[in-house]
């Protein structure tokens, strides 16, 4: 069931509506801690895009409180069956 939910946001081009819609919900989400300058969510069929990128969610917070905010409150937490595994990056490519 969880590889069916994730094949519906992650899958390519006739998933649009899903993935809208889960790109609505995860920027409402990780928004409660702090203003948000970028989220991306690669998809395999985004140009460039890294297989082993695929179905992460990335999150450049304007203040970096906020992303230690998310880090503390969502790190190791359950989502769709697995526990949520955050990292700080130095960038993400527009």
Same mark, same amino acid.
């Given at each position: 069931?969880? @590889?069916?939910? =994730?094949?519906?946001?992650?899958?390519? &081009?006739?998933?649009?509506?899903?993935?809208?819609?889960? !790109? =609505?919900?995860?920027?409402? *989400?990780?928004?409660?801690?702090?203003?948000?300058?970028?989220?991306?969510? &690669?998809? %395999?069929?985004?140009?460039?895009?890294?297989? *082993?990128?695929? $179905?992460?969610?990335?999150?450049?917070?304007?203040?970096?409180?906020?992303?230690?905010?998310?880090?503390?409150? @969502?790190? $190791?937490? &359950?989502? !769709?069956?697995? %526990?949520?595994?955050?990292?700080?990056?130095?960038?993400? *490519?527009?």
């Amino acid at each position: 069931k969880d @590889l069916d939910l =994730q094949k519906k946001i992650i899958g390519g &081009p006739e998933n649009n509506s899903e993935y809208k819609e889960f !790109m =609505q919900d995860i920027q409402f *989400e990780l928004g409660k801690f702090g203003a948000i300058d970028l989220v991306k969510i &690669p998809r %395999p069929t985004d140009l460039g895009v890294k297989q *082993e990128d695929v $179905g992460k969610v990335f999150v450049r917070y304007l203040n970096i409180s906020s992303a230690f905010s998310c880090y503390n409150l @969502l790190n $190791g937490k &359950p989502y !769709m069956g697995k %526990p949520v595994d955050i990292l700080f990056i130095n960038s993400i *490519e527009q």
